[in-house]
């Protein structure tokens, strides 16, 4: 079944909202393919001026994280509605930098997932196996309970809307990414586990994005992988040529 591809840049705790008009500008001016979906998912002080930035553009903006209430006491965290309002689409969930520096668990994930897809953001929701879990040969049973963990409760309809990222932890930033074998594996039994959890009718249609060290250099071989669905950009992301390349590269889905 064919999905459409998504190109997500992550851009962590990168650029100012004046840095933020600029890279967009430059993204705008490069960016000529327009079949895949794009996204740039920015810190939080840059949402509204990336939409504004992004306009008539085809380019959603995503937050990077979401609440999980509608309101009330939970300093430092930011609503569905807020999000909403400055005109954001998209938010990342569970990434692996929120579970190993700021505490966030499967059950933090699940809440923010079901929130998000309440409120119609989409939910980009991330799962990936550690290094030491790798050579532990616990790679499909990480990511099984990641995924079953972030799915728990949520309706097949949801679940269809959500896009889920593998990202092995050992390959974010590092400059090695996962063979395209292995990426197109991972990704394969992850669609399985949706399989299970939803049927199959569902699960083809949930993308899955590979994510870790994805750069213009490797993402036409990432990209020609039938599992891999498009790719969580973060470092390659931040350059507007690179991060073209990568959105180009999806052209082998059509
Ligand atoms: P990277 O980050 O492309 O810099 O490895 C990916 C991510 O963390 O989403």
């Given at each position: 079944m064919k999905r459409k591809p998504v190109i997500a840049g992550n851009w962590k705790m990168n650029k100012t909202v004046a840095e933020t008009k600029e890279l967009i500008a430059q993204i705008r001016k490069l960016n000529?393919?327009?079949?895949a979906e794009v996204v740039v998912c920015v810190p939080f002080t840059d949402l509204a001026s990336a939409v504004k930035a992004c306009k008539g553009a085809r380019i959603g903006v995503g937050a990077q994280n979401i609440a999980?209430?509608?309101?009330?006491?939970?300093?430092g965290e930011i609503s569905a509605e807020m999000l909403k309002e400055a005109g954001v689409k998209y938010a990342v969930i569970g990434h692996s930098e929120r579970r190993q520096y700021?505490?966030?668990?499967d059950a933090g994930v699940n809440k923010r997932t079901a929130q998000s897809l309440k409120h119609g953001i989409i939910p980009i929701v991330c799962v990936g196996e550690t290094e030491s879990e790798r050579n532990d040969g616990v790679t499909d049973k990480v990511n099984e309970s990641q995924i079953r963990g972030a799915f728990a409760g949520i309706a097949a309809e949801g679940a269809r809307k959500t896009i889920v990222a593998y990202e092995p932890v050992w390959a974010i930033g590092t400059g090695r990414t996962a063979t395209k074998e292995d990426a197109d594996a991972a990704i394969g039994f992850i669609r399985r586990v949706l399989a299970k959890l939803y049927g199959k009718p569902v699960a083809n249609r949930i993308r899955i994005l590979y994510g870790g060290s994805m750069n213009a250099k490797n993402c036409d071989e990432l990209m020609s992988?039938?599992?891999?669905?498009g790719g969580l950009i973060g470092?390659?992301?931040?350059?507007a040529a690179d991060f073209c390349r990568i959105i180009e590269s999806a052209k082998s889905k059509f």
């Open positions: 000529v393919y327009k079949a999980w209430a509608d309101k009330g006491a939970f300093t700021f505490g966030e668990t992988m039938p599992e891999i669905d470092g390659a992301s931040l350059i």
